[in-house]
């Protein structure tokens, strides 16, 4: 499975990283596989194809999820070890068939070494899903010849490398559950290690669940009666969303409220913290009367994606926004509101009226802003709007 490296802005976790796509390819190189590896790259891809599958039955967003900004620098192995190691986690992906696909079933050897456990089936069993197994052994994956250690070589002064300088490696996590079952599961550590004010991290630790626990018991009642104001990427659905839907890419789509007023007030009435995903969640009630849900994680970052403060509230409203910024102009206020876009209009802006979106480089040192696959918005060097447009498809 090392030879192909999902490039989602997501995590992977084999249909679990769900599906915010870049211009990312898989590759595999058979010839250098050993078989561990195309055990790997068979399973992987048997459930990567499964989920893409089901998720092509869904409709899609007009825009994607947000991506991490600058701020998030990617870990080095000494650091994701620091982090992980010998830690209980939280598994927070989901059923595959009835499996947790991604964690493979291992048993170890005397010597130490691992191996699959080809008896007891590709994937772990679902009953493990709830259970919170002990991180026992983190190393730069060894599943195939294309990704190489620098470990042993030496950088520009002469310093000798160790596997714990190398940054966002390809990395083999092996955990116990109590009952003394071996799993392992293989990613980058960036797609492991996602920012946790999105969704798609597949595990937590046991410590970090818990401080946000105490944290939301201290701190969600003051927040009753306080407003929250929607953007376009705001999180909103009606009050029969499920904890399981919530979890679910397919269903957080189509269950969706999508007719919220953007940058109106809506008032918190309720809150519930839930210790199993790590989730915060929200009743709001609009203007009109109705009640809807959000949810979102709590953020332990400083920088937010949405540009709220690091108060309580600001860590756990995800991308709805505490306050509508000062920045906004009155025409912006108005185009956001309806939606709508107009030249001249900020970059900012534009993110909270269409949602945030890839972007790249487009001549005279101004930016291209592309929404799915037909509709771009183009932007000077300094943020602004001049012009966009569609194209047939």
Not at 157 to 178: A, C, K, Q, S
Not at 373 to 389: A, I, M, R
Request: a neutral charge.
């Amino acid at each position: 499975m090392a030879e192909f490296k999902e490039v989602f802005s997501t995590t992977y976790w084999c249909g679990a990283g769900k599906a915010r796509w870049k211009s990312w390819f898989i590759w595999i190189m058979v010839t250098q596989m050993s078989p561990k590896a195309l055990v790997r790259a068979t399973s992987a891809l048997s459930c990567f194809l499964l989920s893409s599958y089901l998720l092509a039955q869904q409709p899609q967003k007009q825009s994607p999820v947000p991506e991490v900004k600058a701020g998030a620098r990617d870990m080095t192995l000494g650091e994701f070890r620091n982090r992980y190691l010998n830690q209980r986690i939280l598994i927070l992906q989901d059923d595959i068939g009835g499996s947790l696909c991604g964690w493979e079933p291992v048993k170890q050897a005397k010597d130490g070494s691992f191996t699959i456990d080809f008896g007891k089936g590709a994937s772990i069993n679902f009953k493990y899903m709830d259970q919170t197994p002990t991180i026992i052994t983190i190393r730069e994956s060894s599943a195939g010849g294309s990704l190489l250690s620098k470990g042993g070589q030496k950088n520009a002064m002469g310093e000798t490398l160790t596997d714990d300088d190398i940054v966002d490696p390809y990395v083999d996590v092996f955990v116990r559950f109590d009952d003394g079952q071996l799993a392992e599961c293989t990613n980058f550590v960036s797609l492991i290690n996602q920012h946790p004010d999105y969704w798609e991290m597949g595990l937590l630790p046991v410590s970090v669940r818990d401080a946000h626990a105490e944290i939301a018991a201290r701190n969600l009642p003051s927040t009753i009666g306080q407003k929250v104001y929607a953007v376009h990427d705001s999180l909103l659905f009606g009050p029969a969303i499920t904890t399981a839907e919530l979890l679910d890419l397919g269903s957080r789509i189509t269950k969706q409220v999508r007719d919220v007023p953007l940058l109106t007030p809506m008032i918190i009435v309720a809150s519930k913290y839930n210790d199993r995903y790590d989730l915060i969640v929200w009743k709001l009630r609009l203007a009109d009367g109705r009640e809807i849900i959000s949810a979102a994680r709590y953020r332990d970052e400083d920088l937010s994606e949405s540009g709220n403060d690091n108060s309580f509230l600001g860590r756990s409203i995800g991308r709805l926004l505490l306050k509508i910024p000062s920045n906004l102009t009155s025409e912006e206020l108005v185009a956001i509101s309806a939606r709508k876009i107009f030249r001249g209009m900020s970059r900012q802006a534009v993110f909270y009226s269409w949602g945030v979106t890839n972007e790249n480089d487009y001549g005279k040192g101004g930016r291209q802003l592309v929404y799915g696959d037909n509709q771009f918005v183009y932007l000077d060097n300094s943020g602004k709007v001049t012009d966009w447009q569609s194209l047939d498809r």
